[in-house]
């Protein structure tokens, strides 16, 4: 049998007996300081794990003989316990222009949610607890007053997330019954929440009425029978219907439903608590507005526009609600103690209006100045350039991002940012350079995320209201580029 070749870098190569036993490893000194820190389960199927790859090169002629030196070997080791102690769930530089985005997390949560969780979390608390009584309390008191409070509703409870409020609205007031809804309406998002799909996992038969571009209130009062348990409003945030189009407002359908002694429930999804108008963004229905023309129910989220945790928020009747909160898929999905302390408290930012666009990150990224983020942009571009010279160009350019990619996702916001482009003028590799460039960005110790498009790199600074973190990795950016 032929032996193996032999390295061109370290002159030679390992063989398998040139490898040591696990328990010869952990002998080392450096072996000896993972065990004391992270003890022995951890540190030995780490051990088993380097060793195990290292035997396989061996095999295969592979493995230089330098990587089996102890150094080596007790680097290696603590360089695996770190990274599977390294968390998945990290913290990024959203520099894709879309501020609510679903891939990143959606909302970031204001200071006082952040607080509040530290607070709560570091001691037992009444999350079903009653301290005027002394008794069992239901979770849903915590916020329940506030989003009357703040809708002018009767009544209110939350769920996990929105589609989950859409699910138990439906299998809570229809189930085995029928419930209305317009074609127009039949909304998809994310490939994951079809409105069909929901009807029929709640237990309820779909009727729909109209047509894709039309409904009229002729076709609600022709589909309502004695078997028709609900009517259902579902606003469409993630797409648009233009040109010929007709649909039946929340009032007059009100009135259609009421009389024939049948609930109207409308979903909101994006979840606006305040008219985004008056701080010169695209308006949204508001919850309080579904309630004052009629609705019986009304469902939104609470990590969109309204910018708190993930979270489905219901509102609407005594009747209604009281309905929805005794059923027992309710239990499956309520929210934990976690998203109900932060939820809690961004609904408290509510009840002090004149504050929200400074107090509420969500609404704060979304109203900041554009020239205020191309002085940022002209500010950040030398650093930047530095740090990828001289294989990308980078210039300050005006930009249009996104509210949320499942909020308002076709609405533009004037924005500004770096591009960054290949130097030279040939387009021939310019994918993979830019590609190249993406993934040493993702890969920082606190990863940037931006977009490429136009044969260009976009970093979007709108979501960046610290650059400090930015900038300090850009010399290491420079190193993993050159």
Known sequence: MAAPEESVVHGSTA????????????????????????????????????????????????????????????EALAARVDRRLAPRMRGV?????????????????????????????????????????????????????????????????VVNNNAAAVLLTIAALARDREVIVSRGELVEIGGAFRMPDVMASAGALMVEVGTTNRTHPADYERAITERTGLVMKVHTSNYAVQGFTAAVDEKTLAGIAHARGVPLATDLGSGSLVDLANYGLPREPLPQEMLAAGCDVVTFSGDKLLGGPQAGLIVGSKAAVGRIRKYPMKRALRMSKLPLAALEATLMLYLRPERLAQDLPTLRLLTRPAEAIRELARALQ?????????????????????????????????????????????????????????????????????????????????????????????????????
Do not use: W
Not at 25 to 46: F, I, K, N, Y
Not at 135 to 147: F, H, K, N, Q, Y
Not at 396 to 415: C, D, F, H, T, Y
Not at 452 to 467: K, Q, T, V
């Open 15 to 74: 063989r398998p007996s040139d490898l040591p036993s696990v328990d010869q490893l952990l002998r080392g000194d450096a072996a000896s300081a993972l065990l004391a820190t992270h003890g022995r389960t951890l540190v030995v199927t780490e051990a088993r794990a380097l060793l195990d790859g290292l035997r396989q090169r061996a095999i295969a002629g592979r493995l230089p003989l330098a990587e089996v030196d102890a150094t080596q070997l007790a």
């Open 93 to 157: 530089l959203n520099l894709t222009g879309t501020v609510i985005h679903t891939n990143l997390g959606r909302a970031v949560l204001a200071d006082a949610a952040l607080q509040r969780l530290l607070t709560v979390m570091a001691s037992p608390n009444n999350l079903e607890y009653d301290l005027l009584s002394g008794g069992r309390g239901d979770r849903d008191s915590l916020i329940e007053d506030l989003l009357c409070t703040i809708t002018g509703a009767e009544a209110a409870t």
């Open 382 to 482: 030398p650093a930047v350039a530095a740090a990828v010279a001289p294989r990308f160009t980078v210039e300050v350019v005006a930009l249009l991002g996104q509210i949320g990619s499942g909020s308002l996702p076709v609405e533009r916001l004037p924005s500004a940012g770096l591009a960054l482009a290949p130097a030279g003028t040939a387009k021939k590799g310019t994918g993979t350079a830019l590609e190249a460039l993406a993934t040493a960005l993702r890969g920082l110790p606190l990863p940037v995320i931006g977009r490429i498009a136009e044969d260009r790199l976009l970093l979007d600074l709108r979501c960046l209201e610290d650059s400090g973190p930015f900038v300090d990795q850009l010399p290491l950016l420079r190193e993993r580029l050159s």
